[in-house]
């Protein structure tokens, strides 16, 4: 029981040592990763519990009762009727999961729900910038459909089940193709095979221009912005689109299929190449998206982004999104 007790403690202290390097910066965190070993891990002691240390510690309990019946038949023999033994007590003693096995068979059921919840159901996001606004604001908690394009494996991210493909105007969540350990949010806008083009800060797609209407504007904090309702393939979203800022994308970088992509002092026109995806910031001129980074790869879709379930600071933002 030593070994166990040792062998714990280091396990427990690798895992803080990990979520403490990667708090302070020190290295770059997986959660989901850290999901997976922690289920592992928590998973055998729970499998070892069940098989060999709660039944060893029964029969442990019951060698003591049966000690106890026979101490109390040799008293009975000798006429002894008053017998001070508290056997339940001893029991009780030897039937108690000891600390190591609380802290790793006893968190199991949990951590399998979390594990299994997390990476093939819903996983949580918070918004931490604002290209997404005014659908999404920063602080919103949202939930993001994890089963809808289909079901991917955990940590590899391998898909093994096919699901609805993204569609133009989803809401969509992506590991963030210059650094795959980064999530990204932003909205679909062209799918594999589509010519999206962004010039003069107006949307065409297929050459057909994507119809905005002006609506009444939008107030961040102390300031109002230009607002419109772009209509995608019928589906409503708003957005913001500052007429000062500049219509030329600066400050591209070099990403595969770059040669899809053709830039101007108006915009920037792309195709699409297959098992690819254009994303953009409904924020359209404050949004690090496709214009600069390229195309989202099928690979790195992570899932559907529908629902706000917190904002600590407005709750009222508790709802569905388009």
């Not at 040792?6 to 396990?11: K, N, P, R, S």
């Not at 600390?99 to 059921?109: E, K, R, S, V, Y």
């Not at 391998?158 to 133009?168: C, D, V």
Request: charged share 20%; with cysteine.
């Amino acid at each position: 029981m030593q070994f166990m007790q040792i062998l714990t403690a280091a396990i427990l202290a690798a895992f803080l040592g990990y979520v403490g390097s990667w708090y302070f910066g020190l290295i770059e965190g997986n959660f989901a990763l850290l999901l997976f070993l922690a289920t592992v891990v928590t998973g055998a002691f729970w499998l070892a519990e069940r098989l060999y240390f709660l039944p060893q510690r029964r029969r442990a309990a019951q060698a003591i009762e049966d000690a106890a019946v026979q101490r109390r038949a040799e008293l009975d023999r000798m006429g002894i009727q008053k017998v001070d033994l508290d056997v339940q007590e001893a029991q009780g003693r030897l039937l108690m999961q000891p600390w190591w096995l609380d802290w790793t068979a006893g968190l199991f059921p949990v951590i399998a729900a979390v594990f299994v919840l997390r990476s093939f159901l819903f996983e949580p996001f918070k918004i931490p910038s604002g290209s997404m606004i005014p659908t999404l604001l920063v602080g919103d908690l949202i939930l993001v459909n994890k089963f809808t394009y289909g079901v991917r494996l955990p940590v590899i991210n391998t898909k093994i089940i096919e699901g609805n493909k993204p569609a133009r105007g989803d809401v969509m969540v992506f590991r963030y193709p210059p650094q795959p350990s980064l999530d990204y949010i932003k909205r679909v806008i062209g799918v594999p095979g589509d010519e999206v083009a962004y010039l003069n800060k107006r949307l065409t797609i297929n050459g057909q221009v994507v119809p905005t209407t002006a609506v009444p504007d939008f107030l961040d904090e102390v300031k109002y912005y230009p607002q419109l309702e772009e209509q995608i393939d019928g589906k409503a979203h708003r957005l913001l689109n500052y007429p000062d800022a500049p219509a030329f994308i600066q400050g591209a970088t070099s990403f595969a299929y770059r040669d899809n992509c053709r830039y101007s002092v108006e915009g920037v026109v792309c195709k699409v190449p297959e098992g690819h995806y254009f994303m953009m910031g409904d924020n359209r001129d404050n949004s690090l998206d496709s214009r600069y980074w390229g195309f989202v790869p099928d690979a790195n879709i992570v899932g559907k982004a529908f629902f706000v379930w917190m904002n600590f600071s407005n709750p009222r933002r508790i709802g569905s999104f388009q």
